[in-house]
Structure formats: structure tokens, C-alpha cells
């Protein structure tokens, strides 16, 4: 039980870092999924920020991943399979993380012994 309430958590985070990372801080992290969407003949990526407005003072903002060829085709990849390759990245960062600190505090709290 106490394993599934950690995995939660650490979705939950992921989700969290992911949400404010890709769509805030940095929407162009996207482009760091390019390799597994885009194809051989369009390897250039870019993320485009849309913003509508329906009614006045109401912004709308989204995103998209597209893949660009040599001679300007442009293939658009969305938003939403880049963002899932990223929340798992995230998470990964986040469980590397959060072993590293629980090793390190281990090793903090471990008894020592003296070599004689």
C-alpha cells in the first residue's frame, strides 16, 4: 500500500513539473522530443505559441511541435504526445532524484564503525 501512495505522489509530481515546465517556464522543451516524432527527411523542429481570443480579455494559449524539411514542409506533431514523452522523463527525474536524497540520508544516518 505504502508503495502505491509513493507512486502517487511521484505521478502526481511529475505531472506537476511537467505542467509548469512545458507549458510556463519553457514550452520550447518539446523540441527536445523531435528525434522520436519527427521523420528523417523534416529533422528541424520548432514549437509554435497560439493565442486566440474569443471574447475581450480572455486569452486563449497553445502549443505546438512541429517538424520542418529542407525545403519548408511542415508536418504538425500537436502538443499532447511531446508532453507525454516529457512527463515520463520528469518522473524518471524525479524518482533519480528522490533515490539520490534517500541514499544519501542512509548513508547520513548509518552508524559508523571504527576500524579497529
Partial sequence: MGGLV???ILAFVSFIVTVLVTEVIWPGEA???APLFCADDMPDAFVVLD???IEPGETSYSHSLYCMGPRGQTEEI???RPSVVLAVAH???VVVLVGVVVL???????PRTSPL
Fill in 6 to 8: 509513493v507512486a502517487g
Fill in 31 to 33: 523540441k527536445l522530443t
Fill in 51 to 53: 493565442t486566440t481570443s
Fill in 78 to 80: 500537436g502538443f499532447y
Fill in 91 to 93: 518522473g524518471a527525474l
Fill in 104 to 110: 544519501a540520508l542512509r548513508r547520513r544516518g548509518a
